[in-house]
T-cell receptor, first 113, second 115 residues
Framework: AQSVTQLDSQVPVFEEAPVELRCNYS??????LFWYVQYPNQGLQLLLK??????LVKGINGFEAEFNKSQTSFHLRKPSVHISDTAEYFC???????????FGSGTKLNVKP | GAGVSQSPSNKVTEKGKDVELRCDPI?????LYWYRQSLGQGLEFLIY????????KSGLPSDRFSAERTGGSVSTLTIQRTQQEDSAVYLC?????????????FGSGTRLTVV
């Protein structure tokens, strides 16, 4: 089974500053990679995904993530955050032959004015 | 419907009682998943349904937990003799593909509190 590690449980950042949320996974086999966002009292929304091809993927709301196979990482970045980005972010991994996702424990992004 | 619908949105129950949580997936989605989100933890896989195949129950934490999916659509997660450690948000998701290359669509969850 996969193991997904989100090293930072909480990330405080000031508005308009850049942010990086880290995600590492355990398996070296081919995987699909995802980032989900959960706003307060809401369900999870897909932010972006890596399936194949370019290792830099762009998602909604100005977020992007880079797949690094050698480091088994899929870090999420945004060059300038807004107050509205305050939410919890989950990294998820799915092996290509299986049907379930493995989720990290989440990173709470707190954007301060 | 347009999204994944879960009911109730909140449920408070007494320890030892049985509860049923309902999930109505997006129409046409053949795959349906249940996850559990406990306070301060990530999402824990519970069970997966795909079409008419036997469900993958490998994530169910105990035999007090069961789920069914009727007619390939609505699913019900049942927890018998609830315990306080069952308190969590139970999330349902559905997807179009057998291998969810497009990600899941999640419902808003049912927040279960066992007192």
């Amino acid at each position: 089974a996969q193991s997904v590690t989100q090293l930072d449980s909480q990330v405080p950042v000031f508005e308009e500053a850049p942010v990086e949320l880290r995600c590492n996974y355990s398996s070296s086999v081919s995987v699909y990679l995802f980032w989900y966002v959960q706003y307060p009292n809401q369900g999870l929304q897909l932010l972006l995904k890596y399936l194949s091809g370019s290792t830099l993927v762009k998602g909604i709301n100005g977020f992007e993530a880079e797949f690094n196979k050698s480091q088994t990482s899929f870090h999420l970045r945004k060059p300038s955050v807004h107050i509205s980005d305050t939410a919890e972010y989950f990294c998820a991994v799915s092996e290509r032959n299986f049907n379930k996702f493995y989720f990290g424990s989440g990173t709470k992004l707190n954007v301060k004015p | 419907g347009a999204g994944v619908s879960q009911s109730p949105s909140n449920k408070v129950t007494e320890k030892g009682k049985d509860v049923e949580l309902r999930c109505d997936p997006i129409s046409g989605h053949t795959a349906l998943y249940w996850y559990r989100q406990s306070l301060g933890q990530g999402l824990e896989f519970l069970i997966y349904f795909q079409g008419n195949s036997a469900p993958d129950k490998s994530g169910l934490p105990s035999d007090r937990f069961s789920a069914e999916r009727t007619g390939g659509s609505v699913s019900t997660l049942t927890i018998q003799r609830t315990q306080q450690e069952d308190s969590a948000v139970y999330l349902c998701a559905s997807s179009l593909d057998r291998v969810p290359t497009y990600g899941y669509t999640f419902g808003s969850g049912t927040r279960l509190t066992v007192v």
